[in-house]
C-alpha cells in the first residue's frame, strides 16, 4: 500500500509508505504506526516487525523514522479527517516489484519508503530476517512530542 500526498518542502505529491510523526508524548512508536496505517490507508495488521530504521540527514537533522512491515492486512473504515492533511491522500495497491521500479526510477523518492521498499524486496521470502516490533531504537525521536507538550496547543 502506497500514498500519494502533497509535500509543502517538495512543492508536490509524494509516493509514500504510510506514516506518521511521533508527536504524542510518550506514545509507543508502534501505537504511533497502526493509528496511522488505519487514519492513512483504513488497513490494521495482525503481525508487525521492525524492517530499518533510517537517520535520513544525521550530519544536521536528528529525525530518525522506524520503518514496519506490517503482515495480516484487514480494511477498516478510515476516520474522517476532516480538513487533515491526510484528507486529501490518495491510496493504490502495487505489487513489491511495482514499487522497487517506482524507486529505482525516481518516482518513490521519501528516504523512508525507499529503504522500505527494498528492505522488503531484500527480505522477500525471508520476515525472519526482521526484527521484533518492539526491538529497541536507539535514535528514536522524541524532541518534537516534547516541545508540543510544553509549549502547548499551536
Same mark, same amino acid.
Request: glycine share 8%; aromatic share 6%; charged share 25%.
Given at each position: 500500500?502506497?500514498? $500519494?500526498?502533497?509535500? $509543502?518542502?517538495?512543492?508536490?505529491?509524494?509516493?509514500?509508505?504510510? =506514516?506518521?510523526l511521533?508527536?504524542? /508524548?510518550g506514545? /509507543?512508536?508502534?501505537?504511533?504506526? %497502526?493509528?496511522?496505517? =488505519?487514519?492513512?490507508?483504513g488497513?490494521?495488521?495482525?503481525?508487525?516487525? !521492525?524492517? @530499518? /530504521?533510517?537517520?535520513? #540527514?544525521?550530519?544536521? #537533522?536528528d529525525? #530518525? @523514522?522506524? !520503518?514496519?512491515?506490517?503482515?495480516?492486512l484487514?480494511?477498516?473504515?478510515?476516520?474522517?479527517?476532516?480538513?487533515?492533511?491526510?484528507?486529501?491522500?490518495?491510496?493504490?495497491?502495487?505489487?513489491? #516489484?511495482v514499487?522497487?521500479r517506482?524507486?529505482?526510477?525516481?518516482?518513490?523518492?521519501?528516504?523512508?519508503? @525507499? =529503504?522500505?521498499v527494498?528492505?522488503? $524486496?531484500?527480505?522477500?521470502?525471508?520476515?525472519?530476517?526482521? %526484527?521484533?516490533?518492539?526491538?529497541?531504537?536507539?535514535?528514536?525521536?522524541?524532541?518534537?512530542?516534547?516541545?508540543?507538550?510544553?509549549?502547548?496547543?499551536?
Amino acid at each position: 500500500m502506497v500514498i $500519494h500526498q502533497y509535500r $509543502h518542502a517538495v512543492g508536490r505529491r509524494l509516493w509514500e509508505l504510510p =506514516a506518521g510523526l511521533l508527536d504524542v /508524548d510518550g506514545e /509507543d512508536p508502534l501505537d504511533t504506526a %497502526r493509528r496511522e496505517l =488505519a487514519e492513512e490507508a483504513g488497513l490494521v495488521a495482525a503481525d508487525w516487525s !521492525v524492517l @530499518v /530504521d533510517v537517520a535520513a #540527514s544525521p550530519g544536521f #537533522s536528528d529525525e #530518525s @523514522v522506524r !520503518v514496519y512491515l506490517a503482515r495480516g492486512l484487514t480494511e477498516v473504515a478510515r476516520p474522517d479527517l476532516g480538513d487533515d492533511e491526510e484528507a486529501d491522500l490518495t491510496t493504490r495497491w502495487v505489487t513489491l #516489484s511495482v514499487a522497487v521500479r517506482m524507486v529505482l526510477s525516481g518516482t518513490i523518492v521519501n528516504a523512508a519508503t @525507499v =529503504a522500505g521498499v527494498l528492505a522488503t $524486496h531484500v527480505l522477500a521470502g525471508n520476515p525472519a530476517g526482521t %526484527r521484533p516490533a518492539d526491538a529497541p531504537w536507539q535514535d528514536r525521536p522524541t524532541r518534537f512530542a516534547e516541545r508540543k507538550r510544553t509549549e502547548g496547543p499551536a
